[in-house]
Structure formats: structure tokens, C-alpha cells
Nanobody, 126 residues
Framework: QVRLVESGGGSVQAGGSLRLSCAAS????????MGWFRQAPAKERELVAA????????YYADSVKGRFTISRDNAKNTGNLQMNRLKPEDTAVYYC???????????????????WGQGTQVTVPS
């Protein structure tokens, strides 16, 4: 069992920045790939970014490439999503998720992730 707790959401003007954090507890965090998903009202949950178990490889959705940066610190059992140049269309609930490292890389579907945080709201007013 892996427990994930997100923090760092909030409201920011367009063009601003936010940093989301995900604290993991339970099983060994470095055995899991980590992803950040988001879900806007009436939309499906989508993968924003993912980072491989070792931190040595990352994946980004086209919509956030060049603006968002995913990172992790396995020694501290934490993951982060740095979000810059935020846009109104980035407004959503953001979730961190974990999947066992044995899965193919990158795991892009929500169904590929075993563990989820409770979510944190990010709002970028238009």
C-alpha cells in the first residue's frame, strides 16, 4: 500500500506559477513510477506528466511541455510538479498517482496506476 498526499494547489493569475508536492508513505517509493493527472469539470482525467521510478526519464503531455517540470526525491519520498506560465485551461483538480515500476514506460492511462492521492485544486482565472 502506498499513501499519497498532495499539497500546493491554489489560485493564481494567468502567467503565474505554482508548485505541487506529493508526499508518499508506505511501501518503498522508489519502486514506483509517479504521475500527475488532472481532471477538469466534465472532462476525463488526463496525464500531465510522469517520472520513472529512478527519476531518470520523464514524460509530458503536449499541452504542458516547456511549462511544467516533474521531479522526485526518492530519499524524501516526495514528488513535485513545477507549473509555470499557467493558463486558464490548466484549471483542474490535480492528482498524483503511483504505479509499480514493472509496468511499461510511460504509463499514460489512469487505469495503469494503483495508488492515488486525494487531489488538489488549481485555478487559473480567465
Amino acid at each position: 500500500q502506498v499513501r499519497l498526499v498532495e499539497s500546493g494547489g491554489g489560485s493564481v493569475q494567468a502567467g503565474g506559477s505554482l508548485r505541487l508536492s506529493c508526499a508518499a508513505s508506505g511501501r518503498t517509493f522508489n519502486l514506483y513510477h509517479m504521475g500527475w493527472f488532472r481532471q477538469a469539470p466534465a472532462k476525463e482525467r488526463e496525464l500531465v506528466a510522469a517520472i520513472i521510478w529512478s527519476g531518470g526519464n520523464t514524460y509530458y503531455a503536449d499541452s504542458v511541455k516547456g511549462r511544467f517540470t516533474i521531479s522526485r526525491d526518492n530519499a524524501k519520498n516526495t514528488g513535485n510538479l513545477q507549473m509555470n506560465r499557467l493558463k486558464p485551461e490548466d484549471t483542474a483538480v490535480y492528482y498524483c498517482a503511483a504505479t509499480y515500476y514493472g509496468r511499461n514506460w510511460p504509463p499514460v492511462s489512469p487505469s495503469e496506476y494503483e495508488y492515488w492521492g486525494q487531489g488538489t485544486q488549481v485555478t487559473v482565472p480567465s
